[in-house]
């Protein structure tokens, strides 16, 4: 049902909502509050320091506005309560300010610093009657949270939402109705409330991703590929090539690989593996196997930095066995691109590696029969899907730099056969990381410098793009003046960051690259994958700001040779968390105390762009629901039941038709 249909909702409105992916009134619906601000007025007296509490205040002086730059503004007053007079201030409200008048009682959601007698604002609220539980709802420019809180009143009225769990599991768990759901998540009257709301919402997110994930599964086991007739001693083959010995699980994943390439089902597997792990090499042996049985291989790339670094490794890796490599990206000049469209059609490039310009549709295969996507997460299913329906039945392999602990990657790929790689190739040294504080930076400088001296290249990360007034954290431009002045400008520095075109971006990676660049300063978009051996530290600030598998995905940029790396943590704060990457350098120890610590987060940003993007449900605080929810949705799928339920018919023949 369209969101024009719901009483206050016009064209200028809509535009707004579609900025929170907000299409329709379910779509309305589904955006559940992210948390609860359970307003119960304390007095300022007995609140703790920079303790999150409600208070009631009088104001006592007209507001100011400052505006700090573009979108962003401080507005600040001066208020009593309980005979205390405090400032406070709130920022990006300076819309509330002909509200704020003196003598006004108004209730503020915030934190109270006693030192500095000032209390910074999240939230005001007017004609506050009295405690009570009020949702809180991720928001956009130009909506606020009691617009859809009266929005959701009135999309509720619809009755527009259809319950995906089906009957015999609601009876079997006694859930509450779909409706009643919505209304107590969106409009709770006690905890109690919630509770029941919430434990029905996730265990039907969970059901209908798991129901989904299963029949995929049971689909890909059936799909018929290419059948191959390839010697065994081709593995030999390729090893003999090779200026390096495999570890032992990258051996295991050419086996699996190998099992996948001569039967006669489709190939569905996924190679997940550590920073620096070598799954690049493990799939270069599947694109090798694809060369001896005369088709063609694809490997896609989130940008063309990462492909160029894939054609020339895989180009001087594979010419010992005259596979022909070209590469295809969307910068390329119209002459150069013909030329390679017109190999790859003729059947003369045996190994096409690019980027999205790969699903254009000027590119025609010969006989495509395998395709392989890097950092598959980058890539919505729409896309990889678009290459692998460029050959008849293409065998399909995904690559993965982000570790994530087995058992949940077992659930979120359960559509996927999984090779795991943990151990590292050898020669290559453990990076030596050490936790510092601000007052220590110092410490940190000089060894940068030291670096330097012996003429490598250091990352430098920082949380924030531009300074935030609101938040005492270091900006990539503050971080620049900083190393400008540590290092007498004489040290060529460079900065990335995501506002940066993508030309621009791949301009500054391959002046760091070529060496150009000493220090690149950078937020977290520095590539995963990106190979710069030459750089052997990188200073991370405010570590405090990332999971912990972010970053171990960050120091992955170092220690990509024989040489010594380093990654130095600045940060004040959870010294005790961060300790981990002082402790270890295997990325599933990390991820699993990432896990434990943070629950899902950025960890599970593995399968968004278009895979499985929970809306209420948590991957580590509801696994004992995850569990039954996938364990029900198998005996649902097996039983088959679903033929009477009209939503999950309909499911199965999108999904049919998709793949």
């Not at 009570?132 to 009143?153: A, D, Q, R």
């Not at 990258?250 to 039967?263: F, G, M, N, P």
Request: charged share 25%; net charge positive; with cysteine.
């Amino acid at each position: 049902m369209e969101l024009n249909v719901v009483k206050g909702i016009g064209p200028q409105l809509e535009r707004k909502l579609n900025n929170l992916n907000i299409y329709s009134v379910e779509d309305l619906l589904e955006n559940y509050p992210y948390r609860y601000n359970i307003i119960n007025l304390v007095d300022i007296r007995n609140v703790k320091d920079n303790e999150v509490c409600s208070i009631k205040v009088t104001i006592i002086d007209a507001p100011r506005v400052q505006y700090i730059k573009k979108n962003f503004n401080r507005l600040s007053f001066a208020a009593s309560s309980s005979n205390v007079i405090f400032n406070v201030v709130i920022f990006n409200r300076a819309f509330m300010k002909n509200n704020l008048k003196v003598g006004r009682s108004i209730v503020l959601i915030g934190k109270y610093n006693h030192l500095k007698n000032l209390f910074t604002a999240s939230a005001i609220k007017f004609n506050f009657e009295g405690n009570k539980i009020e949702p809180v709802y991720h928001l956009s420019e130009g909506i606020n949270n009691t617009t859809i809180s009266k929005l959701m009143e009135e999309a509720l009225k619809k009755d527009c939402y259809y319950d995906y769990i089906p009957q015999e599991f609601v009876q079997k768990y006694k859930f509450i109705s779909k409706k009643e759901s919505l209304e107590k998540i969106h409009m709770p009257k006690n905890n109690e409330d919630i509770k029941k709301a919430t434990l029905r919402l996730k265990y039907e997110e969970l059901f209908n991703f798991l129901f989904k994930i299963n029949y995929l599964k049971k689909l890909n086991n059936k799909a018929i590929g290419i059948k191959r007739e390839i010697s065994l001693n081709s593995k030999k083959e390729f090893l003999d090539s090779l200026p390096f010995e495999l570890t032992p699980d990258q051996l295991k994943a050419i086996d699996e690989i190998y099992t996948d390439l001569v039967s006669q089902n489709r190939m569905n597997r996924l190679v997940l593996g550590d920073v620096g792990s070598g799954k690049t090499i493990v799939a270069t042996y599947a694109i090798y196997v694809n060369f001896l049985s005369g088709y063609q291989s694809a490997l896609m790339a989130p940008t063309e930095i990462l492909a160029m670094q894939h054609y020339k490794s895989l180009k001087n890796i594979l010419e010992h066995f005259h596979i022909e490599v070209v590469l295809l990206t969307g910068s390329m000049k119209a002459k150069e691109k013909r030329e390679v469209l017109g190999k790859i059609k003729s059947g003369d490039a045996n190994l096409i590696i690019g980027t999205h310009a790969l699903i254009s549709d000027s590119v025609e295969f010969h006989n495509l029969g395998l395709v392989v996507t890097d950092e598959q997460h980058r890539f919505g299913v729409g896309q990889r899907n678009t290459l692998r329906d460029k050959g008849q039945t293409p065998d399909v392999l995904y690559l993965s730099a982000t570790p994530i602990p087995r058992t949940y990657a077992l659930t979120i790929y359960g559509d996927l056969d999984l090779s795991i790689i943990k151990t590292k190739p050898k020669g290559r040294k453990e990076i030596i990381t050490v936790l510092k504080k601000e007052s220590e930076i110092k410490d940190v400088l000089l060894k940068m410098l030291d670096e330097l001296k012996l003429g490598h290249q250091i990352y430098v990360v920082s949380p924030l793009v531009e300074t935030n007034e609101g938040m005492d954290l270091k900006s990539v431009f503050d971080l620049e003046e900083k190393m400008k002045l540590a290092f007498n400008n004489v040290v060529p520095i460079g900065i990335l960051h995501g506002k940066l075109k993508g030309k621009e971006k791949d301009e500054i990676m391959k002046e760091f690259k070529d060496g150009k660049i000493k220090i690149l300063i950078s937020t977290t978009v520095i590539e995963v994958g990106v190979d710069v051996p030459n750089s052997t530290m990188i200073v991370i600030y405010n570590a405090e700001r990332f999971g912990l598998a972010t970053l171990h995905q960050l120091r992955g940029r170092v220690g990509r040779n024989d040489v010594q790396s380093y990654c130095y943590l600045v940060s004040n704060k959870d010294a005790q968390r961060l300790k981990v990457l002082e402790d270890s350098n295997d990325g599933f120890y990390i991820s699993e105390k990432d896990f434990e610590m943070r629950g899902q987060g950025d960890l599970f940003g593995v399968r968004q762009s278009g895979d499985a993007t929970f809306k209420i449900a948590n991957l580590k605080t509801d696994y004992q629901i995850l569990l039954q929810a996938k364990k029900d949705s198998e005996e649902y799928l097996n039983s088959e039941l679903y033929l009477n339920n009209d939503y999950y018919k309909n499911e199965i023949k999108k999904i049919n038709f998709i793949n």
